[in-house]
């Protein structure tokens, strides 16, 4: 077997070091009815796994082949071929948790300058070394906020992705967190309702699910009046390039998808978690942070630090339990990042927010379909005359991926008839065209 | 002197103490934000002919304070850094309980095929029926390996695993209105576990473990009762012991109206070869990134897939992939406890673990964990005449040695393990588990072939023999031929710097 480089001499002289008879013998601890033979198909080479991989993806229908609008809290952008060429470098890719710093000093020097990036993006000072998606991350911020505040109800605005608000309330459910959950709703960033002494923290998403882009300031003004937190969801990291940050309208901590810059969309996973907050609460962080230092010879260096709030120190009373997190995606997002620069990432942030108004405009000539949206920085919400769900695959099999109805993610909305639509950079004018005209067709 | 034909020198010149240092090559490399420029950039796009002003104040005046890099600057930023990395590509990585092995090519190549990267996780199903049969085939590989007939593939790692495990184990007691507020976790356990058990909302209790290494069935039988809602034990153990008991334990855990969890971290040392669901396991995480040989990646990605019995099965957490009507497709909504993260899981690793499972094969697997057990008693019986094993005789796919050795020398496991990197290996895992003193847990895996072992072996043996002769304070020096010399951990926490500033510039 190609991965295994014993030998059957190997095995025989090393049984005969250890004095066993043969490799059976070392499991004699395990009862005997438990080591039944497992019926699996036998080993294959490389060209017949190659080409069962292979046929497997030829039944998938890629984003890059044709118009594709999915948005929703994943989303299609250019990743430039270096990035993933440095990714697959052996010490990146094959190496696990820099625990040994002085042989690590790659790992940790790139997580350093990735809690850099997310502090600037995200317009808070400090950040940590990532966590596994955003949907967690925005889960780990409302139990921070319960910690710091020491209440016990958060309130997810209308706006939240409804996985996001899912997940939040299957990870805080065990700790006692009460989870209010504010009904879908297009624009409602601004409701301040609700914010009692018990409140811990106001959740909310900008763009919101429907694309929707809120000044939060006014908002966060009343939840710090109420003496609770504000979490800010960023789904969509591009965006950050253009509006104004979740730090300076007064978000205390961000929890944001990083997908958008450096990683496939890879049907969901994985991606990686942005987590920054502001500097009073750094103990209260949950995951890996890197630190400045310097070695015995005074020379600079990084380390994992404050790691007295990790579940390998602290066990049961840890801030988190996350062990392994998104490492390699961290650092294709921190790869693509620098490739941007500030210039760059603002440039792409405009293509997108330019496709975006072109889809726009082209769905108010659709007769039938309203743009619910009314703020937008790459992603909209129409209504439909007629259900969304049967619709999107009606249009696949024009060839468009028209988006995600909303009712998929929530289907107890009330929002059948919504669909959510999203333009990149990749987006160019023929697949608006082909999209509208598929529309009309399918609506008609 | 040997001179060839263009009078180059073909043996270097007799050379000082410091001829080892690599830093004729690995060079200091500056931060990109004192690398890069504020108006540089590595990436072409066009200008946009449309304008943000639609967004007014929404939209911030200027661009994000951040570098850019030329694509060439970029390129040797990373491989420079690098090159300060240990990896399993360049030697033997024997952090115990993180199954370090070799991590197929094939596997990287086949996630990157449009049809599997390229993907949208909520496009209509009928654009992904590739997709959601890989992972319905990708579960039965699990199921059928676990004897266990439900998987939930959403866990994105180890830890999140385990909280579906339990927050299942919730949900079954909650159904049937039976609260319960306990969770008993052997000492030897990984810390995830307990971490895990409280934000699942339950009170931590520990089982002593008996002088050979094993859970101590008195004490877990003295503890166990009606407020228990689970046992969380790891199998093959953190000191790298089958529990022998287990049937029992998982007998004893049932009889009280709990649910044994496995932490399956050490799954590689008896894949292909024990069915968890066997002997009695009710939920069980398996790490894809340490059994299924997906990349490590510097800390991540993993996955965590649970597998469950008959009794946990319908509280499996959404989403499922189920095949109906010639068809496949996800369901997204209803029944188990909830949603553990946005969309259905890490699909990229699902493609690189299936690869892996079917290159290897039932009987490959099998091999797998045979050789892993093999490696690991190798490794013992070579070095237990000079350390100290923390247990008596075989171990599984971990050989864990205690600090009883290095009594008198003045040198302590960190500097044991300091001083194998200037062997060129990564070291073990140090001070873990927490039961044993001066722990020292070494897994190989099944991909070192026995040259490494050896040479593995000689090193240590060579540092044991030095630590033993008195010379604990070269040992202390170590490492001396590491991109760095000892890092002053304090100083990182005392006066925390996470992030670069102009001012610290």
Not at chain 1, 240 to 247: A, E, N, R, V, Y
Not at chain 2, 185 to 193: D, F, K, L, Q, R
Not at chain 2, 386 to 402: I, K, Q, W
Not at chain 2, 432 to 451: D, H, N, Q, Y
Request: net charge negative.
């Amino acid at each position: 077997m190609r991965y295994l480089p014993l030998t059957s001499d190997d095995r025989a002289e090393m049984l005969a070091v250890i004095g066993a008879p043969d490799i059976e013998a070392l499991f004699e601890d395990a009862p005997a009815k438990a080591r039944a033979k497992i019926d699996l198909p036998a080993h294959q080479g490389e060209i017949e796994v190659e080409r069962r991989l292979s046929a497997l993806a030829s039944r998938n229908r890629p984003a890059g082949a044709g118009p594709f609008f999915c948005g929703a809290g994943a989303y299609r952008h250019h990743v430039p071929a270096s990035v993933d060429h440095l990714i697959q470098r052996s010490e990146f890719l094959t190496s696990y948790t820099p625990y040994q710093p002085e042989i690590s000093q790659g790992t940790l020097q790139v997580l350093f300058e990735f809690q850099t990036q997310v502090a600037e993006l995200t317009g808070l000072p400090v950040a940590n070394a990532s966590l596994y998606d955003g949907s967690t991350a925005a889960a780990e911020a409302v139990l921070m906020a319960a910690r710091i505040t020491r209440r016990s109800k958060a309130i997810l605005a209308g706006g939240l992705h409804p996985h996001y608000a899912e997940t939040i309330r299957t990870l805080v459910h065990g700790v006692g967190v009460e989870v209010v959950r504010r009904p879908l709703a297009v624009d409602a960033e601004a409701d301040a309702s609700g914010l009692g002494e018990d409140v811990a923290c106001v959740v909310v998403q900008n763009p919101n699910l429907f694309g929707t882009v809120t000044d939060l300031k006014p908002l966060a003004d009343k939840v710090h009046a109420a003496g609770a937190l504000l979490v800010v969801v960023v789904t969509e990291a591009v965006s950050l390039g253009l509006l104004q940050s979740p730090g300076a309208m007064g978000a205390d901590i961000v929890a944001a998808e990083g997908q958008s810059i450096g990683n496939a969309l890879s049907f969901g996973g994985p991606y990686v978690g942005l987590f920054a907050a502001r500097e009073p609460f750094l103990r209260q962080m949950p995951g890996r942070l890197c630190g400045e230092t310097v070695d015995g010879e005074g020379r600079r260096g990084f380390v994992l630090t404050l790691s007295a709030r990790e579940q390998h120190i602290r066990r049961e009373k840890a801030t988190s339990n996350i062990c392994t997190n998104s490492g390699l995606c961290a650092l294709a997002f921190s790869i693509h990042l620098s490739l941007l620069g500030g210039e760059g990432l603002r440039r792409l942030a405009l293509l997108n927010h330019e496709a975006a108004r072109r889809l726009k405009a082209a769905l108010d000539e659709v007769p039938g379909v309203e743009v619910l949206t009314p703020r937008f920085f790459n992603e909209i919400a129409v209504r439909l005359p007629a259900p969304a769900a049967p619709l999107v695959e009606a249009m696949a099999a024009e060839g468009v991926i028209a988006g995600v109805p909303v009712s998929r993610l929530d289907p107890e909305a009330g929002m059948d008839d919504v669909l959510l639509l999203a333009a990149t950079e990749l987006t160019i004018p023929e697949d608006i065209q082909a999209l509208k005209g598929a529309l009309t067709k399918v609506l008609a | 002197m040997n001179m060839i034909a263009v009078g180059r020198p073909t043996r270097p010149e007799p050379v000082g103490p410091d001829a080892s240092d690599p830093r004729g090559l690995v060079r200091d490399e500056p931060l990109i934000f004192e690398l890069g420029g504020w108006s540089k950039t590595g990436v072409d796009l066009p200008e946009a002919e449309l304008d943000a002003k639609d967004l007014g104040d929404l939209a911030c005046a200027g661009p994000v304070a951040l570098p850019g890099l030329s694509e060439p600057e970029a390129l040797r930023h990373y491989v420079r850094l690098s090159q300060k990395n240990h990896a399993i590509d360049l030697a033997l990585y024997p952090l115990g309980s993180c199954t370090m092995k070799h991590n197929p090519r094939l596997n990287e190549k086949a996630a990157r095929l449009p049809g599997l990267a390229d993907i949208h996780p909520l496009q209509p199903a009928s654009t992904v029926q590739g997709a959601l049969e890989l992972m319905g085939e990708l579960s039965h590989w699990l199921m059928t390996l676990t004897g266990m007939p439900a998987v939930a593939l959403s866990p994105k790692a180890g830890a999140q695993g385990e909280l579906c495990g339990l927050l299942a184990m919730r949900a079954a007691h909650e159904a049937r209105g039976d609260a319960r507020h306990r969770v008993l976790i052997p000492v030897s356990a990984h810390g995830t576990n307990p971490a895990t058990a409280a934000l699942a909302g339950y009170a931590v209790e520990e089982i002593g473990q008996t002088d050979d290494g094993h859970v101590d069935l008195k004490d877990l039988e003295a503890k166990l009762g009606p407020d228990v809602a689970a046992v969380m034990i790891t199998n093959p153990n953190t000191c790298g012991l089958f529990e022998r008991d287990i049937v029992e334990i998982a007998r004893l855990t049932h009889t009280a109206g709990a649910y044994l969890y496995c932490d399956g971290a050490n799954f590689n040392a008896i894949v292909g070869r024990v069915r968890p669901g066997d002997l009695g396991v009710d939920a069980m995480h398996i790490n894809l990134h340490k059994t299924f040989s997906t990349p490590h990646g510097g800390g991540g990605p993993g996955a965590g897939p649970v597998v469950f019995s008959e009794a946990l099965a319908p509280f499996a957490p959404a989403p499922r992939v189920v095949q109906a009507d010639g068809g496949w497709r996800l369901e997204e909504h209803g029944r188990g406890f909830g949603r553990l993260c946005a969309f259905h899981g890490q699909m990229g690793m699902f493609v690189r673990a299936l690869a892996y499972m079917l290159s290897h094969g039932g009987d490959g697997l099998a091999q797998v964990s045979g050789d892993a057990v093999l490696s690991a008693n190798y490794l013992k019986a070579r070095l237990e005449d000079l350390l100290t094993p923390a247990f008596e005789g075989r171990c599984m796919h971990e050989a864990l040695f205690d600090d009883a050795w290095l009594e008198g020398t003045g040198a302590t496991t960190l500097d044991v393990a300091k001083a194998l990197i200037d062997e060129g290996f990564h070291p073990m895992t140090m001070y873990f588990p927490l039961v044993v003193r001066g722990a020292m847990l070494i897994e190989p895996t099944e991909t070192e072939p026995k040259a490494e072992l050896d040479r593995f072996v000689d090193a240590l043996r060579a540092i044991a023999e030095r630590a033993k002769a008195g010379q604990a304070e070269e040992l202390k020096a170590a490492p001396r031929r590491a991109p760095l010399a000892r890092l002053d951990e304090t100083l990182a926490a005392r006066k925390p710097r996470l992030r670069w500033t102009e001012e610290s510039a």
